[in-house]
């Protein structure tokens, strides 16, 4: 019995964390959600956000988040399985991490330094002779910034997940005869998947919120959610339709959570 109360003493600080800074947000949100403009209640702001206008702006933020994810993905695995092939596989993945301890306005404001038009980027097309380009305020600057952003992010489950693979089932897959591409598609990827999926996770789901990137390095060229949100909160000070996109946005990503979780098999 004393140990009972005592897991209930222990789960306290944890509950009340969640109660308030978890449940009572969220509920709030929901609330804001039904008010209009002059505060009154109403369902105009969810009607509203099934218009091709916000639709579209969903679209946008899915598309810029896939993008996102698939190019960190792509990045981030390659180089995940090198760095358990390194005699230094922790150091070298620390120095990975670092860059990412460093204020997001910071690294944002120096590639506006690299992608400007007498940034090093344009120096180096200049030296080839391709000359200046806009490079900045394109959704390729957009996409590029986002992924180097967050490829750590994508690489330290991926990576976990390789450095726990059991070597022995690669060497018996190697001794039946299997070639890489198949030691790879049939062993290696499938036993690593769980990495993938929280990589996948933790990538797309703040990728479908930017908002600051999208003003300083897109130009305001890419519209998301989250550059919503920050309008509506911010600038047309419409609470409600802020709120009722926030909803939205969070149960996206609770789907997300849902389809990219661990499914654990029945025996």
């Known amino acids: ?67 996102i994810t698939l190019f960190s993905l792509l990045v981030a695995y390659p180089t995940a399985y090198l760095l358990t092939k390194t005699k230094h596989k922790q150091l070298w993945l620390l120095l990975i991490i670092v860059p990412s301890w460093i204020n997001l306005l910071l690294k944002a404001y120096a590639f506006l330094g690299i992608f400007g038009t007498y940034g090093i980027s344009n120096q180096f097309l200049e030296a080839i002779g391709i000359g200046t380009r806009q490079i900045l305020f394109t959704d390729f600057s957009f996409v590029f910034v986002s992924v180097y952003i967050f490829i750590p992010f994508m690489i330290l489950p991926i990576f976990n997940s390789l450095n726990e693979l059991n070597p022995s089932l690669v060497d018996a897959a190697n001794d039946l005869g299997a070639s890489k591409w198949t030691t790879f598609s049939r062993v290696i990827f499938p036993l690593t998947i769980e990495g993938v999926k929280s990589g996948i996770q933790v990538t797309f789901i703040p990728a479908l919120s930017l908002f600051m990137l999208t003003r300083l390095i897109a130009g305001n060229r890419v519209i998301t959610l989250g550059t919503a949100i920050e309008q509506h909160f911010l600038v047309t000070q419409d609470w409600g339709m802020g709120s009722t996109i926030a909803v939205f946005l969070i149960l996206i990503m609770f789907g997300i959570m849902a389809a990219t979780g661990n499914r654990k098999r029945g025996v």
């Not at 009572?24 to 369902?43: K, M, R, T």
């Open 1 to 67: 019995m004393n140990s009972r109360v005592a897991r209930q003493w222990y789960m306290l600080p944890y509950t009340l964390w969640m109660v308030f800074f978890v449940i009572a947000p969220i509920l709030l949100v929901l609330y804001y959600s039904f008010l209009d403009v002059n505060g009154q209640f109403s369902l105009a702001n969810y009607q509203k956000f099934f218009t091709p206008v916000y639709l579209k702006m969903t679209f946008s933020s899915f598309w810029y988040a896939f993008l």
